[in-house]
């Protein structure tokens, strides 16, 4: 159930983008940074949820999977809120609640599977082997990109203050599924890590785009787009060598 709402908030991400979005205008009229934000997002809740029906991915990876397509789904919204408040309800079109409702969704998926999955059979986690340079590097990447996303929180507080908690929020969304990633089994790390690493980069990508449109400072944004890149490659060396916690 929860990889057929996903790949509905995944299509309705991606039918949000030719719909108009506020103003009358779509994304490419008004508002290019959605089209890299809503675009990633939209092809990671496609992919997360056609995974569940896989019958070679295992349950545990595919909720994995789901669980960090919902978690980027989740931080998203933020976004669509945001667009809410700044702009206010009467200049909001279809394509806002599309995407907000498309990734609402998905994030409701992305919870719903990690519920069932923790309620139906106990998670195995590992104690933290500091001797596996896959879960060292992936757990210094994580620290590094939390690092990063609280240095744009500080030099967005005082112009933009709701847009600074979110940052905030991607940034302890960061630490939170690495230290998950690096004490999973390897196999549900790698898909949780690797999932939110593109969530990142819809965020990054996204905001170089705004940036860069209205001749604004990029500050750490480049940074943010390779620790997003990082995180992906972090992920697929993701081989924790440690014994399960009893």
Do not use: E
């Given at each position: 159930?929860?990889?057929?709402?996903?790949?509905?908030?995944?299509?309705?991400?991606?039918?949000?983008?030719?719909?108009?979005?506020?103003?009358?205008?779509?994304?490419?009229d008004n508002a290019p940074e959605q089209i890299p934000a809503i675009g990633i997002r939209a092809g990671?809740?496609?992919?997360?949820?056609?995974?569940a029906f896989v019958p070679r991915v295992s349950t545990p990876v595919a909720v994995g999977f789901l669980a960090a397509a919902?978690?980027?789904?989740?931080?998203?919204?933020?976004?669509?809120?945001?667009?809410?408040?700044?702009?206010?309800?009467?200049?909001?079109?279809?394509?806002?609640?599309?995407?907000?409702?498309?990734?609402?969704?998905?994030?409701?998926?992305?919870?719903?599977?990690?519920?069932?999955?923790?309620t139906s059979a106990p998670v195995l986690f590992h104690r933290f082997d500091r001797r596996a340079p896959g879960s060292l590097v992936a757990l210094s990447v994580g620290i590094v990109t939390t690092v990063l996303f609280v240095a744009y929180t500080v030099y967005l507080g005082p112009l933009a203050p709701y847009w600074a908690a979110v940052a905030l929020v991607w940034g302890l969304l960061t630490l939170t599924v690495t230290v998950a990633a690096v004490l999973l089994e390897?196999?549900?790390?790698?898909a949780l890590l690797g999932g939110w690493a593109v969530g990142v980069l819809s965020?990054?990508?996204?905001?170089?785009?705004?940036?860069?449109?209205?001749?604004?400072?990029l500050n750490v944004i480049p940074g943010l787009v390779l620790a997003g890149v990082a995180l992906l490659i972090a992920a697929v060396w993701l081989r924790p060598r440690a014994q399960p916690i009893v």
């Open positions: 159930i929860a990889g057929g709402v996903a790949l509905i908030g995944g299509l309705l991400l991606l039918l949000s983008m030719l719909a108009p979005w506020f103003d009358g205008g779509t994304y490419s990671l809740a496609v992919a997360a949820g056609a995974a919902g978690a980027v789904a989740g931080a998203g919204s933020l976004t669509m809120v945001g667009v809410l408040r700044d702009y206010g309800l009467d200049r909001l079109d279809a394509g806002w609640w599309m995407a907000l409702g498309g990734q609402l969704l998905v994030g409701a998926a992305g919870l719903g599977a990690v519920l069932v999955a923790a390897p196999p549900i790390g790698r965020y990054s990508v996204s905001d170089w785009v705004y940036r860069n449109h209205s001749s604004l400072d």
